[in-house]
């Protein structure tokens, strides 16, 4: 079975890892989002990449869920000796290697599909990564700061009046923490990439493809934005079985919640599937504790099962994947 899967990065990262678990002999393919990627210190940072890569390689920090494991931070401390910021994004000295590695080979023109192929040799994570695109496209965010924060001052909590602009998503989200309404998600640069060599063919192959827990706005969503892989997805001919990273009426991890008011959805399973649409999904699993929405969404057309959807461990990230392949062979029947 080859199945594709789209992912962002801890929840998409940890639901492979259940899916390898699960269908140890499948051949999977992992279209990770580039949309949160930012360029610090002179270096191409890839975050959701990095996260599938350790997670997947036995890299990475298992209580953070993001960063390596053992991780030090003496290279961040000197840049702050030097006065060098940002000082808000924390790159640990293992990490930096990878950064370094691949910002080099970017220089020499390799692609970064090409570059994170070269990366995965040593990690070894037993499933074939694919940036969505080789092209540059980074998620920004629409905000109102507050007058004291365009001056240096607060932690982004909004008070009153201020600027209103677009940052980087990375900055919203670490920075601020989302502490301030987004009032709009940009994926720039989305328009006008293509999806990276590999994307599209995988697509058209695959037997199943999985959305996996992961933020349906700036992981998955900036995903699909980039010209033809909507289009294929749809055109697929194959189960599509997404997973609901709402839990109860909750994101089960970040701000979800969030970036889904940007866009005009509730937090919520049911409008989250309903977001996806039945032109994209076939199939959508909720947690227990949301049973009493698989009406609404099966009233879309999308078959829906009430499942539990805590990633507590592997084992419970397994049983997740196997009950997204089971309702994938039901959609099939």
């Known amino acids: 079975m080859r199945i594709v899967v789209l992912a962002g990065g801890i929840g998409g990262a940890r639901f492979l890892r ?10 999977i393919t ?27 390689g036995g890299g990475i920090n298992e209580e953070q869920g993001w ?21 808000w994004f924390g790159l640990g000295d293992r990490d930096f290697a990878t950064h370094i590695v691949r910002t080099q080979m970017l220089g020499a023109g390799y692609p970064l599909s090409a570059v994170t192929e070269a990366l995965c040799a040593r990690w070894k994570p037993g499933v074939r990564l694919l940036p969505m695109s080789d092209d540059r496209v980074e998620t920004h965010v629409a905000v109102t700061l507050p007058s004291q924060d365009t001056a240096g001052g607060t932690d982004g909590e909004a008070d009153g009046a201020g600027e ?8 919203y989200w670490v920075r601020l923490r989302a502490s301030v309404p987004a009032h709009a998600i940009v994926p720039v640069g989305a328009d006008q990439a ?22 349906p706005v700036v992981s998955i969503g900036t995903i699909l934005a980039v010209p ?5 997805i749809a055109d697929a001919g194959v189960p599509v079985v997404g997973l609901s990273p709402i ?17 005009g959805v509730e937090a919520t399973a049911a409008a989250v599937a309903q977001h996806y649409g039945s032109g994209l999904l076939d ?27 805590m990633m507590t461990d592997v084992q419970a990230a397994a049983a997740m994947a196997r009950e997204a392949l089971a309702l994938a062979e039901e959609v099939r029947a």
């Open 228 to 232: 033809g892989i909507r289009e294929a």
């Open 247 to 263: 839990v109860g009426d909750a994101p089960v991890r970040g701000m979800a919640d969030k970036v889904l008011a940007a866009v």
């Open 164 to 171: 209103r602009k677009a940052i980087h998503f990375q900055e």
């Open 67 to 87: 960063g390596r494991t053992e991780e030090s931070f003496h290279v961040k401390e000197e840049l702050a000796a030097y006065g060098v910021g940002p000082d």
């Open 283 to 309: 199939g959508w699993l909720v947690d227990t504790v949301d049973a009493d929405t698989v009406a609404r969404v099966e009233a879309a057309g999308i078959r829906c099962r009430a499942v539990p959807l």
């Open 18 to 27: 259940g899916l390898k678990a699960a269908a140890p002999d499948t051949d």
């Open 30 to 56: 992992v279209i990770g989002n580039t949309g949160d990627d930012i360029h610090l210190f002179g270096l191409k940072v890839c975050p959701d990449l990095d996260t599938v890569m350790y997670t997947l």
């Open 194 to 215: 293509k999806p990276a060599p590999g994307v599209l063919e995988a697509i058209g192959e695959a037997d199943v493809i999985l959305f996996p827990p992961s933020n």
